[in-house]
């Protein structure tokens, strides 16, 4: 199946992808403004950004609900609201309290969307029979790239922080009309019996996307500032930072459309992992922007697909009638890892430095390696 057929089919889910995309892209470009704004060190800004991590536990949980409420309706209103939310870092983040508070909102808004969407690819997965969750996520990394982009020549232009978060709004906000999409009806009685679900399968590809996420968001939080203060690069060039990640990570969802038809998704995750790996120790040891650029990038490429494959390792090898549970709790594990690492991260770069904190990362990574051999996750296809 082709890329533009992909995207065509799951059209909706793309859009809410791309809101939250947008949302990261900025926050990311945004990071070393809102550090320096506040005033505080690398430990006490990594401890700020578990804000978003507890906004997201607690939202997570919520979203099942939300979805049987609103239905349809589900993913077009979490993106108004994420729409609005992404505007409060600007006019709120002026002290340290009142940018944990919106980071506290904007997290549990974004992981509303998160599940909602995350769950809906599955759902059209299931009903097509297609593999669909690779470009999704690729389109979520374009408008990362793009945000960061547009939010580092906003910088350089000498816009306030207020009106960069207020275009980043706006943009979310034009996602909204293509959102609306058909709901997959509930499981018949007799299959909604057995409310059990298998926890290790949950756990096993919960934790590799977790570790994925978690390498993907301390480069997302903290690469601007990895360039900016330590390899002596400015606005423009730290913002560059996250958009590489976010082009290559495209270009590696894309491209594992393609190669999830021929190998295993066990098999790409072990191979992936090797090149982020290598990817984050460049850019740990790099002597300029240049060779940061190009670790971070390697990384991106091979981050890329490690989420997306084991939400559709977890989709698959689930029963039909658990299949959005599942997909649900490995999102909540995964998405909370997401958010968690930038403040690890920061608590690593006070303690040792940024360069050593991004080893860190290379080893955080290599625990996918056996991860991907465990029984658990052993009856996939060859």
């Known amino acids: 199946m082709s890329i533009l057929s992909a ?10 992808f791309m809101a939250v995309g947008f949302t990261w892209g900025c926050f990311a470009a945004m990071a070393p403004v809102l550090k320096t704004r506040i005033g505080v060190d690398d430990a006490i800004f990594g401890l700020l950004l578990l804000g978003t991590a507890l906004g997201l536990t607690t939202t997570l949980y919520a979203a099942p ?28 983040g002026v002290t340290a309290p009142l940018l944990f508070l919106s980071l506290l909102v904007l997290g549990g808004f974004s992981g509303l969307l998160d599940v909602v969407m995350n769950a809906r690819v599955s759902e059209v ?19 990362y790239a793009i945000s960061a982009l547009v939010t580092g020549a906003m910088r350089e232009a000498g816009l306030a922080p207020e009106a ?25 009685e007799h299959e909604t019996g057995d409310v059990r679900l298998p926890l ?42 996250p958009a590489m990640l976010g082009i290559t990570m495209a270009v590696g969802r894309f491209s594992g459309q393609a190669v999830a038809a021929r190998l295993s998704e066990l098999t790409v995750i ?18 300029s922007p240049i060779w940061a650029y190009f670790g971070f990038g390697l990384q991106g ?24 549970a599942v997909i649900a709790r490995v999102a909540i594990i995964g998405f909370t890892g997401f958010f968690l690492a930038p403040a690890l991260m920061g608590l690593g770069a006070e303690a040792f430095g940024l360069r050593w904190a991004f080893a860190g990362v290379a080893l955080l990574l290599a625990v996918n390696w056996p991860l991907s051999y465990s029984r658990q996750v052993a009856p996939t296809r060859p």
């Open 301 to 324: 490429l091979g981050v890329s697909v490690i989420g997306p494959m084991g939400l559709a390792l977890a989709g698959r090898l689930s029963p039909a009638h658990k299949r959005t």
């Open 7 to 16: 995207l065509m089919v799951s059209r909706a889910t793309v859009a809410a």
């Open 270 to 287: 072990r191979i992936a992992t090797g090149f982020a790996v290598a990817g984050v120790l460049i850019a740990a040891a790099a002597p």
């Open 200 to 241: 290790p399968l949950v756990a096993i590809c919960g934790t590799m996307v977790l570790i994925a996420f978690m390498g993907e968001a301390t480069v997302e939080a903290w690469s601007a500032l990895h360039i900016e203060r330590t390899l002596g690069g400015g606005a423009a060039e730290g913002a560059f930072g």
């Open 125 to 143: 997965e299931a009903r097509t029979g297609l593999s669909l969750m690779n470009v999704n996520h690729a389109m979520f990394s374009v408008a």
């Open 164 to 188: 960069i978060f207020a275009v980043t709004g706006l943009m979310i906000l034009a996602t909204v009309p293509f959102q609306k999409t058909e709901v997959a009806p509930p499981p018949p």
């Open 65 to 92: 609900r939300f979805d049987r409420a609103m239905g349809v309706w589900a993913l077009p209103l979490g993106a108004a609201l994420l729409a609005a939310m992404a505007t409060l870092p600007g006019w709120a």
